[in-house]
Nanobody
């Protein structure tokens, strides 16, 4: 059964960069589209980016476009979310999730979720 583990979260100063990783436990990882979502305290979960099973199609939320880049390495069963120019409003728990459906920033499409990794942007 597919399991996802996020890593890479940290305390970062505004303007800094981070690379989050989502690693899967199964070799069938390349069948899945992967999404990244985030949830800040008191706010709803927000989809920020997703990537198709092959890695050929990506989708990035308008709110983070130009700063967030997603990539998929099926050989390593890993998806990365590269974040540049971090802002305090990026502070949240970041989750990756998997779906056998196409890539879209809708949490309801994703059936397997990781436990999350904390990103805190503060000086």
């Amino acid at each position: 059964q597919l399991q996802l583990v996020e890593s890479g979260g940290a305390l970062v100063q505004p303007g800094g960069s981070l690379r989050l990783s989502c690693t899967a436990s199964t070799s069938t990882f390349d069948y899945y589209a992967i999404g990244w979502f985030r949830q800040a305290p008191g706010k709803e979960r927000e989809g920020v980016s997703c990537i198709s099973s092959s890695g050929g199609i990506t989708n990035v939320a308008d709110s983070v476009k130009g700063r967030f880049t997603i990539s998929k390495d099926n050989a390593l069963n890993t998806v990365h979310l590269q974040i540049h120019s971090l802002k305090p409003e990026d502070t949240a728990v970041y989750y990756c999730a998997a779906t056998l459906m196409s890539c879209a920033l809708s949490a309801s499409r994703f059936k397997v979720w990781g436990q999350g990794t904390q990103v805190t942007v503060s000086s």
